[in-house]
């Protein structure tokens, strides 16, 4: 099931997806280009970008949280995961149980 991007829970799996992706590119193409390749452009737009998302996720956290969307429990779980590699993509499918469909 795709995103619904009308209800709160929707817009932070969106967002984690594609925060879990600039994180993912930040690791893995980025980093070996700084550090192997000796490009360390690479690093600074994909490491704003991966910022930028991140921030996005965590504000879209505490308005589920406030407008009583998400549980704190889930709400603390998702933040964590956002900090793991693959995080945001194992949090998505808990996500979906509290997503209202379209």
Avoid at 47 to 54: E, I, N, R, S, T
Avoid at 60 to 73: E, N, T
């Amino acid at each position: 099931m795709k995103p619904n991007l009308h209800h709160p829970v929707g817009r932070i799996r969106f967002t984690g997806i594609l925060e879990g992706i600039s994180f993912l590119l930040l690791l893995g193409v980025a980093m070996p280009l700084k550090y192997i390749f000796d490009q360390p452009l690479a690093v600074r737009y994909v490491g704003m970008a991966h910022g930028v998302l991140f921030l996005i996720l965590c504000g879209l956290l505490v308005h589920a949280w406030g407008d009583r969307k998400l549980p704190f429990k889930d709400a603390a779980l998702a933040f964590l995961a956002s900090l793991l590699p693959f995080g945001p993509f194992v949090m998505d499918r808990r996500l979906k149980r509290h997503e209202l469909p379209e």
